[in-house]
């Protein structure tokens, strides 16, 4: 239940604290005074996406903060796994609404999309353009799905990922089909190219090691007369010269410990530069010069270059793609048996994501006729004797295994029609409700949702429009109805609405020193029967007006 909302820098608001109640909380007040606003503010407290336009003109940022108790073991299990601390089953959810916008639940930063988790368990939300929702097929899913959200789900979860591993088995069935076909096509080619890179037999980085070798015969004078100056000069005994001084310091650090170190490092040094002296002359000894060699290392190299400029790959793409061909050429032979036991295993697994198909469809149906028998009796309650129907249709299997049939949520396409004139026929609803009846079926569905999912606090932005008269009665006492198990917060212009209400706050808004500023006030039960009045005046109230009002107070009328 939302017990306080605080909002300051809001669009029009510069700073209002309203306390809730349960029950129901009407908010009344001319238009444009801001009373959307405040269901607003409520919709980024469960995760409505921000607008930085909404800033007050001239501050750099809005915050908006909602105080809600809850009595939901999932919502405790959802606020243990994302470390948020809470006591006495109350929370405080807080946006701050700027360029680097903050979202936090008691002090913890969280991101939007963890909010809307929360959000769930915490209060929905019936904002103006929802009947535009109502009247798109493309939402019927969602809303029937909504209904028994943990039912659905179990067997949504099965359809899914069996439809993830059919994917990828219909990926994988094409891919080897259309490499049959290009075996087919391009053998001849593929035996050719395979038939010379064999006959290559070219070896990881051989082309660096040839270019290595060729450098090496071709500078081989050079390299001979370093090598030779290189062991002459070892050989003159330049080592002896450092092994004397290695002496020396050793003396040294017989009388001072700071020779120690350098003794040490010389050591070291000598060493490292007698195995460099070693290595070298062996180098010099070993030189080998081979003429021939250098021919045959120029005509690999070129040998070598050609197939990469033909292929235009290098040596590493060459040898993958020699293997490719081995295993193209060899799956040549058993391609069709490959692709017998390949479709058979996409068979199999189509018709096994079909009957998952089939059963959430069931699911989905037997939820339909829930919901159309209780929409009926609510709509009853509401003035509108209508037929309502949930029709829940799968798409049929194809025989050519075509996936297009699996939406992500199924196969179902869900319609809803309704009959509101007697012997006229069922109908699609989007084809023929007005305002006042689409208004009344929102409300019906909004009641059964409200109890299916047990939500604590609901919230009403002018779920009446378009109702007047008699029927504006009997849609009162249906949100009447829904408060006297859940809190719900009401945005209305209907006097009977606003009658049988247990809060009334009053949002006005007024100019001073050339801003203008939204205020609120929680009305006493004189001030809330003079706001009837003027609700059902229009204008200047009279004293049977009042008279009246005060009648549909007491009576509940």
Do not use: C, W
């Not at 306080?4 to 001319?30: H, M, P």
């Not at 930085?52 to 108790?69: C, N, P, Q, W, Y």
């Not at 080619?189 to 290595?212: A, R, S």
């Amino acid at each position: 239940m939302l017990k306080r909302l605080s909002v300051k820098n809001f669009a029009i608001i510069e700073d209002i604290d309203i306390s809730f109640n349960d029950g129901l909380t009407v908010l009344t007040g001319e238009t444009g005074a801001g009373k959307s606003l405040v269901i607003d503010s409520i919709s980024l407290l469960l995760g409505e996406r921000a607008n930085l336009e909404m800033i007050r003109h001239g501050e750099d940022k809005a915050i908006i903060t909602g105080v809600f108790s809850f009595k939901n073991i999932y919502l405790e299990a959802l606020l243990n796994s994302l470390n948020i601390d809470y006591s006495d089953n109350t929370i405080t959810i807080t946006r701050i609404i700027s360029s680097r916008g903050v979202v936090k639940v008691n002090d913890t930063i969280i991101s939007l999309n963890d909010l809307k988790l929360i959000a769930h368990y915490l209060a929905d939300i019936h904002l103006q353009f929802d009947m535009t929702k109502l009247l798109n097929r493309e939402n019927y899913l969602d809303i029937v799905d909504g209904f028994k959200n943990d039912v659905v789900n179990e067997y949504k979860s099965k359809y899914q990922e069996s439809l993830i591993i059919l994917k990828k088995q219909y990926s994988y069935y094409q891919e080897l089909v259309k490499k049959s076909e290009e075996i087919k096509k391009n053998r001849e080619f593929y035996e050719y190219d395979l038939k010379e890179l064999q006959g290559l037999d070219l070896k990881e980085n051989e082309d660096e090691e040839i270019k290595e070798q060729i450098s090496y015969l071709k500078n081989y004078d050079r390299i001979y007369s370093l090598l030779a100056e290189i062991k002459e000069t070892s050989d003159k005994e330049s080592l002896e010269d450092i092994y004397h001084i290695k002496d020396l310091v050793k003396s040294l650090s017989e009388y001072q410990s700071e020779y120690q170190e350098y003794l040490s490092r010389i050591e070291s040094s000598y060493y490292e530069l007698e195995d460099i002296y070693d290595s070298l002359r062996k180098k010099f000894k070993n030189l080998d010069y081979n003429p021939s060699l250098l021919d045959e290392l120029e005509t690999r190299l070129n040998e070598i270059s050609l197939i990469e400029k033909k292929h235009h790959k290098n040596i590493s793409e060459l040898i993958a793609y020699q293997k490719e061909l081995e295993q193209l050429i060899s799956l040549s032979g058993d391609d069709e048996i490959l692709l017998k036991e390949e479709h058979e295993k996409l068979e199999k697994l189509y018709n096994t994501t079909y009957q998952y198909a089939l059963d959430l469809s069931k699911v989905r149906d037997n939820i339909g006729k829930n919901i159309a028998k209780e929409i009926e009796r609510h709509l009853s309650d509401l003035s509108l004797k209508a037929r309502f129907e949930v029709l829940v249709s799968p798409n049929a299997k194809k025989e050519d295994l075509d996936l297009s049939i699996f939406f992500d949520n199924g196969v179902d396409v869900i319609d809803f029609y309704i009959e509101t004139n007697i012997g006229e026929g069922m109908k699609p609803l989007n084809k023929v409700v007005s305002g006042g009846e689409a208004s009344r079926i929102m409300l019906a569905l909004k009641a059964l949702y409200i109890k299916s999912n047990k939500i604590e606090t609901v919230i009403f932005d002018e779920i009446d429009t378009g109702i007047s008269g008699e029927v504006a009665s009997k849609v009162a006492h249906k949100i009447y109805e829904i408060s006297l198990s859940t809190q719900v917060i009401s945005i209305t212009h209907l006097p009977q609405v606003a009658s049988l209400s247990k809060n009334h706050i009053k949002i006005s808004k007024s100019v001073n020193k050339g801003r203008t500023y939204t205020s609120i006030k929680e009305l006493s039960l004189e001030e809330k029967i003079y706001e009837i009045a003027l609700m059902i005046s229009e204008g200047k109230v009279t004293e049977s007006q009042l008279s009246y009002a005060k009648e549909m107070v007491i009576n509940k009328k």
